[in-house]
């Protein structure tokens, strides 16, 4: 750690401590609350170093105001030869200087066939694998803005995806290109009818066959009509279309580069020796940002499949000598359902990382699988905060501190709500109500016009945008922005996921 950075933490922690004290002297002496106090004080404090170390990373970041297919580069220089990723559809690994090449013939491609430029839209609808990632990369090479499409859709939700993402060109798998040509003619789904590139053999005059193209396509970087920098939208993914149709959420590149940091900084994974299992959907924030982000800006390798296995999962982790997963709740359920295998006993899976696992398999799961942490978070792909587990706390998705003259300083609100109805209960005056420790409540996010980092980037459609946020919760605050997720927030400052109201995806 920088000398600089270390000092800066030591005034923090004294800042801390003497706030502790302050709080020891002035508040009155509840029943319980010293004990609860000296529980939480060290889970508090590790918590506001992790919050520094990744601020000033970002901080850092927006100072050199380079877009993530810089980045990239520099990840490629310093691991040219190293094994960027394995795609176990095709059992071909990737290195580093192979997948930069294949994203830059996916930039030539584009470029080369189509009229696109910095700013334009492309979707892509691709399985998982090396292909996604070159197809983002490259579009982020040449300026162009990606629509992550879910390879799931079809009809009315597909439709609706590709029109409000207002791509003109649309990049897709071979076992995607029946439905998207169908959706293209037969649903109206553009005013324009794109341009698509798609694997196997084109089935339209205006289909273009990528196998053939990309071989043709130099390896040398793209030139962009205009560099995308740290505050230009880098892709749009959608909410899960619960409640609704999906909705494309902007995706900034510092946005991008945030949530990957955390993967290092806050969850704990050693890029340099890691090997990431990947079997979510890329199409998601989890998968293809949290996951596939280690990759892209910390060098670590990524081993991907195209769907979740359980019967297969122990035995890719054990083959691929994979040392970190991803989950949600439910798959790791599935994995408890198995019969026992010697894979599950032979694995060095130590690390966790996913959201919605209940409680009431978390200790089971570990005692039968024997990883060592499980690093359970909260966070939606358009929100403008997150909530991590940092210390193992069964069942919690995060925390917030107890004192609550130091609660403002965390960029979340719990406000009460009507669980029936999902309707925010409000005082005399209009106000929200603040929840305290030992209730639950609807969670917003605060927004922060000054600060990239919590400004609410929204969705595609404005209108959407503004049906999420609340200009003044409280008496004089910042505005907020609606998750519609009910947390519980227990005596010790710990969050549990309750319900979910809204459609906003993890």
């Given amino acids: 750690m920088a000398p600089w950075l270390l000092i800066v933490v030591a005034v923090l922690i004294i800042l801390a401590l003497t706030s502790l004290v302050i709080v020891f002297l002035i508040l009155p002496r509840k029943s319980g609350y010293f004990k609860r106090l000296s529980e939480t004080t060290h889970r508090d404090i590790r918590g506001l170093m992790i919050l520094v170390k990744m601020r000033l990373r970002c901080s850092r970041a927006f100072w050199r105001n380079r877009g993530i297919q ?22 071909k690994s990737f290195t580093f200087k192979e997948l930069d090449e294949l994203a830059c013939q996916y930039g030539h491609m584009l470029q080369n066939n189509s009229s696109v430029q910095a700013g334009d839209v492309v979707a892509i609808c691709m399985d998982n694998g090396a292909h996604f990632v070159a197809a983002w990369l490259g579009c982020a090479k040449i300026g162009a803005i990606s629509a992550w499409i879910n390879t799931n859709l079809q009809g009315e939700s597909l439709t609706h995806s590709l029109k409000i993402s207002k791509a003109s060109i649309i990049v897709c798998s071979t076992a995607h290109q029946q439905k998207i040509v169908e959706t293209v003619e037969n649903e109206g789904a553009m005013q324009e009818r794109p341009l698509i590139f798609s694997g196997g053999t084109a089935l339209k005059p ?20 205009r560099e995308m920098t740290f505050q230009d939208p880098l892709c749009y993914i959608f909410t899960s279309g619960t409640t609704g149709m999906p909705k494309p959420a902007i995706i900034k590149h510092f946005r991008f580069f945030y949530i990957a940091t955390s993967g290092e900084v806050a969850f704990g994974v050693r890029p340099k020796t890691d090997r990431i299992y990947v079997c979510l959907p890329l199409y998601h924030t989890s998968a293809g940002v949290l996951g596939v982000g280690q990759t892209v800006i910390h060098g670590a390798t990524c081993v991907i499949r195209d769907k979740f296995s359980a019967r297969n999962f122990w035995k890719d982790c054990v083959i691929n000598k994979c040392t970190v997963s991803q989950y949600i709740g439910e798959l790791l359920r599935y994995l408890l359902l198995t019969e026992k295998s010697s894979y599950e006993e032979n694995h060095c899976v130590r690390l966790l990382i996913g959201n919605g696992l209940r409680p009431a398999i978390w200790r089971q799961f570990q005692e039968r699988f024997k990883v060592e942490r499980i690093a359970e978070f909260y966070g939606s792909t358009e929100g403008t905060s997150n909530l991590i587990n940092i210390d193992g706390k069964e069942g919690s998705c995060g925390f917030m501190t107890i004192i609550s003259i130091a609660a403002p300083i965390y960029p979340i609100r719990l406000f009460k709500v009507d669980e029936a109805t999902g309707e925010l209960i409000r005082d005399d005056r209009g106000y929200c109500i603040p929840i305290r420790p030992g209730e639950s409540g609807l969670l917003a996010c605060t927004i922060r016009k000054n600060n990239p980092l919590y400004h609410f980037e929204g969705y595609v459609d404005e209108a959407e945008t503004q049906k999420k946020v609340i200009e003044e919760p409280l008496p004089g605050s910042d505005p907020v922005f609606l998750s519609g997720d009910i947390l519980y927030w227990d005596r010790l400052g710990y969050f549990y996921f309750k319900d979910r109201v809204g459609d906003t995806f993890r």
């Fill in 70 to 91: 810089s980045l990239f580069l520099d990840t490629v220089r310093k691991n040219s030869d190293k094994e960027a990723i394995y795609d176990m559809t095709f059992g």
């Fill in 206 to 225: 205006y289909v273009k066959c990528t196998d053939d193209l990309l071989r043709t396509q130099p390896t040398s970087q793209p030139v962009a009509t």
